[in-house]
C-alpha cells in the first residue's frame, strides 16, 4: 500500500511568489492533515479535512494560505503570496475517519524556503 | 503558548544504554498521548501511543511512562541502538467538540533529536 506522497520534496521561491503544495492521502483515508514545522519550533496543526471538507482550519495563520481537497482525494495548499515566516516544512497527513485508531500516517513533507 | 513541552532538546547516548525523554502537557482535556519517530528525509512516524487511564505501556524496547497528577510523560528506551538514532516527537491530542470517529488534531512537542554512539 502506497504511503501519504507529498510534491514537491524542497521548494525555494522568492517573497511575494506563490507555491502550491499537493498532498495524496492514503487510498481510502478521509482524514487529510496538514501541519507546519518552522525551524526549531514544533510541529504545528495547520487544518484538517474530512473528505472535501474542512472541519477544522483554526491553525491557518492568515488569509494568504489556501487549501483545498476537490473530490475528496489528494489536497493542496496554496501559499500567495510568499513571506519570509512561511518558510519551514510543511507535512500532510491521512487517517481513515470510522477508526478507533488515532493514528495519523505522515508525508515526507514539503520542505519550503522563501527568499 | 506551548501546550507540550518537550526535553532535552538533543540527546547523546552510547549503545546500549538508556534514552529517556521527558514531556509535559497543560490541558487536561488531552486523552491521548502518542510518541512519534522521524528519519532524515522522512516524515513522523508513530511509534507508541498511550491513553491516561494506565501508566505505563510497554512495546519492546520502548516504554511510555504517563504521571497523569503531574501531567508529565516519557518515552524511555532501552538497549539503545544506533539505528534509534531520529528525532522524537512527543504529542497529545483531544476528543474535537464536532463529532467523527477518528478525527483528532495532534499537538507536538518541539522534537529531540537522539543520537546513539557506537
Known amino acids: 500500500e502506497a504511503g501519504v506522497t507529498q510534491f514537491p520534496s524542497h521548494s525555494v521561491i522568492e517573497k511575494g511568489q506563490t507555491v502550491t503544495l499537493r498532498c495524496d492521502p492514503i487510498s481510502g483515508h478521509d482524514n487529510l492533515y496538514w501541519y507546519r514545522r518552522v525551524m526549531g519550533k514544533e510541529i504545528k496543526f495547520l487544518l484538517h479535512?474530512?473528505?472535501?471538507?474542512?472541519?477544522?482550519e483554526s491553525g491557518m495563520p492568515n488569509n494568504r494560505f489556501l487549501a483545498e481537497r476537490t473530490g475528496g482525494t489528494y489536497s493542496t495548499l496554496k501559499v500567495q503570496p510568499a513571506e519570509l515566516e512561511d518558510s519551514g516544512v510543511y507535512f500532510c497527513a491521512s487517517s481513515q475517519y470510522y477508526t478507533t485508531s488515532h493514528e495519523q500516517y505522515f508525508g515526507p513533507g514539503t520542505r519550503l524556503t522563501v527568499t | 503558548q506551548q501546550q507540550v513541552k518537550q526535553s532535552p532538546q538533543s540527546l547523546i547516548v552510547q549503545k546500549g544504554g538508556i534514552s529517556i525523554i521527558n514531556c509535559a502537557y497543560e490541558n487536561t482535556a488531552f486523552d491521548y498521548f502518542p510518541w512519534y519517530q522521524q528519519f532524515p528525509g522522512k516524515g513522523p512516524a508513530l511509534l507508541i501511543a498511550i491513553r491516561p487511564d494506565v501508566s505505563e505501556k510497554k512495546e519492546g524496547r520502548f516504554t511510555i511512562s504517563f504521571n497523569k497528577s503531574a501531567k508529565q510523560f516519557s518515552l524511555h528506551i532501552m538497549d539503545s541502538q544506533p539505528g534509534d538514532s531520529a528525532t522524537y516527537f512527543c504529542a497529545a491530542t483531544n476528543r474535537p467538540s464536532y463529532s467523527g470517529a477518528g478525527s483528532y488534531q495532534l499537538t507536538f512537542g518541539k522534537g529531540t533529536k537522539l543520537s546513539v554512539i557506537p
Open positions: 479535512f474530512v473528505k472535501e471538507s474542512k472541519q477544522d
